[in-house]
């Protein structure tokens, strides 16, 4: 009877902490410089929100407005309420202009639905196609579907300069065939939540990460919210905010 009771006091323990690790507001910060002239531009990045309401302090911990707030997709899935939609659509919104791309589980909301949703709240979602932001309107940010062909990647970036250009798919798996045609600035990607399990450091998904390779940059996401149960092990959820500089005379190493 003692040993089960300390299982079981064990389990509980080890449960709690996966739930309040679940429900932690952690922001990234990233620095990407670009070869160019111009006035920098910020971003904030935030997928795989699910059913999950985003923290009111921190976002107003972000400290100024920023030019773009990128949806990496899984904004929704068939647990969330139209309230929590709502309440984080304005949220963001007190940031900046909002931009979604699709991601999987988006659809089981209702993709009529949320379409016409993002067009009453002025959520711009971006389907194979590029906008231009920031001050001098001289920076991209291209959005795909969740798995486009190579024709629509194609179409997306036709008007971009690469060296100027946040290229956004909710699955960064994408970005390997991606890459081997087109390099653009700065790829960003959610979808694997690190993991959200992660035991002794291991799962069968790949933990977040924001690399440099050469002049070019990566972002994969853990993301902010949960799949299935709220629960989380050595991959935290996450957000970001990036900042891209411009620099005339940078120079990168080439990898």
């Given amino acids: ?93 007190t940031l ?7 991601g999987n589980n988006d659809i089981e909301f209702d993709a009529q639905k949320l379409q016409a949703l993002f067009l009453q709240h002025e959520v711009t979602v971006l389907e194979n196609e590029a906008v231009k932001i920031g001050k001098d309107q001289n920076f991209s940010i291209c959005g795909v579907t969740f798995s486009p062909n190579l024709e629509q990647v194609k179409e997306a970036l036709r008007s971009c300069d690469l060296n100027k250009t946040a290229f956004i798919a909710h699955n960064p798996e994408l970005f390997t065939s991606v ?46 919210g949960t799949s299935l149960f709220p629960i989380r092990l050595g991959a935290k959820p996450e957000c970001h905010v990036i900042k891209i500089i411009f620099e005339q005379n940078k120079t990168f190493t080439v990898n």
């Fill in 1 to 93: 009877m003692v040993v089960i009771t300390i299982i079981v006091l064990a389990f509980t323990v080890i449960m709690l902490q996966m739930w309040k690790q679940a429900n932690e507001n952690n922001v990234r910060i990233h620095e990407v410089t670009a070869v160019g002239t111009g006035e920098p531009v910020q971003l904030f990045f935030i997928s795989d929100t699910h059913a999950r309401k985003i923290n009111d302090k921190m976002i107003q911990n972000i400290k100024g407005q920023v030019d773009a707030v990128i949806i990496g997709g899984d904004f929704v899935d068939r647990r969330t309420t139209k309230q929590t939609l709502l309440e984080n659509i304005q949220l963001l919104k």
């Fill in 179 to 224: 890459h081997k045609h087109y390099k653009p600035l700065l790829s960003i990607g959610g979808h694997l939540h690190g993991g959200q399990i992660r035991i002794f450091g291991w799962s069968i998904q790949p933990h977040g990460y924001f690399k440099q390779q050469g002049r070019y940059f990566e972002l994969v996401s853990n993301g902010y």
């Fill in 96 to 102: 900046g202009p909002i931009y979604f791309v699709w």
